[in-house]
């Protein structure tokens, strides 16, 4: 090896080993910041669930691999451009290029560096990152909705079944028991309202209801009568009326996405949404390599490192939007999946490539320098 290629070779393992630190930096504040706010949102209905400092400890710790794969793009963009900057502000960026390394070089090194990022992090989402978040809706499902389900309370609860239309006042689902009821029975044949009941309050079992202290009033006549107890057949369920939390097939890992599509497929279902979201999750993974790109063309606009910081922050937030809006007009069909899913990867790494192109080769500087001044020589020349 040439005393060149060892000083390149030297120069990639400083690279490598000053990212790395700075990436554990910036993925430990960005996943403290991440569960902080997700402990902010969610501590109510934890504490609402009766959960222990326990449960929520493994909730957490089970959801933080898909923390670290949902974050690690932004994060690496924040510590290319803060490698960057430390390094132009402690003059070793000029040393570098007095020594003959082009921004070239850095954008090889770059891309070779995020593709592996890239890979590492799509078998790290699909593979412990999805396990993660299976865990952790399961915990949310089963430990938190659920006890709150257990303890909800519906109010002004309505639905018909047969000749009967049931109003409940109030309701408890999972405990069986109904309030302030009032039914309104109906004949079968003309329709016709034949009878009222109303009571204080009512047990429910799969066989019916069992109403308390009743008033029936007979239509026909409105003679009314007081009951202790009335049996009326109803069979609703009234758990049906709370709502569940159900896992959506697009957060499957991409080997069984992939095979539920195909199935969905040939049984002739709508499967562009399932095929958005399989190609997003390749397209999230290697927005790293986007990332990459554009930390290096923010760089060479400016060189202040806290405005660039800035700017990433940005950047960030602009890149996830038209991410979202290009998933979303894949899902509804205004784009093929594969078009709406790699949108954002697409504008974003053509615009940071043709600034770094714009640096890299001058010569296109000049010549269209040369080529603007002569349209101006041309259109003063035709307004004469």
């Known amino acids: 090896m040439s005393l060149r290629g060892l000083r390149l070779s030297a120069l990639g393992a400083y690279v490598v080993r000053q990212n790395l630190f700075l990436m554990a930096v910036c993925l430990g504040a960005g996943t403290f910041i991440y569960l902080l706010m997700d402990l902010s949102d969610r501590l109510e209905h934890f504490l609402d669930a009766g959960l222990g400092v326990r449960q929520i400890l493994t909730y957490f710790a089970v959801k933080m691999p898909l923390v670290l794969a949902q974050i690690l793009p932004a994060v690496f963009l924040l510590a290319v451009v803060l490698q960057i900057g430390l390094m132009v502000r402690s003059r ?12 070239l070089w850095f ?6 560096y995020a593709l592996i990022w890239s890979v590492g992090q799509l078998m790290f989402s699909q593979f412990v990152a999805s396990y993660g978040e299976q865990e952790a809706s399961r915990i949310w499902r089963e430990e938190v909705r659920k ?3 257990d303890k909800r309370v519906l109010k002004n609860l309505w639905f018909r079944e047969g000749p009967y239309i049931v109003h409940a006042g109030e309701a408890q689902p999972t405990q069986s028991r109904v309030n ?17 009941l109303t009571a204080k309050k009512g047990l429910v079992d799969e066989h019916g209801w069992g ?3 009743v008033w029936e009033i007979e239509t026909a006549d409105f003679a009314s009568m007081k009951l202790l107890t009335h049996f009326i057949p109803l069979r609703q369920d009234m758990r049906g009326f709370l709502s569940t939390d159900s896992g959506d097939k697009a957060d499957l890992p991409l080997l069984s996405l992939g095979r539920l599509i195909e199935e969905l497929r ?7 949404r399932l095929r958005t979201a399989w190609h997003g999750k390749w397209a999230y993974a290697f927005s790293i390599v986007t990332m990459a790109i554009l930390a290096l063309a923010m760089c060479t606009v400016f060189e202040n490192l806290y405005v660039n910081l800035i700017l990433s922050l940005l950047v960030v937030f602009g890149y996830y939007a038209v991410y979202v809006l290009g998933i979303t007009t894949g899902q509804k069909g205004l784009m093929p999946p594969m078009a709406g899913a790699w949108m954002a990867n697409t504008l974003f790494s053509a615009a940071a490539l043709a600034r770094l192109t714009w640096v890299a080769l001058p010569w296109l500087g000049v010549r269209a320098h040369r080529m603007s001044m002569r349209l101006r020589l041309l259109f003063s020349w035709e307004e004469r």
């Open 211 to 213: 109403l308390l202290d």
């Open 107 to 112: 954008l090889r090194f770059f891309l070779v």
């Open 180 to 196: 302030d009821v009032t039914v309104y029975e109906f004949d079968r044949d003309s329709n016709r309202l034949t009878r009222i």
């Open 266 to 272: 040939e049984s002739g279902s709508n499967v562009e």
């Open 147 to 149: 006890r709150q389900l």
């Open 92 to 103: 070793e960026m000029m040393a570098l290029r007095a020594g003959g390394v082009s921004i």
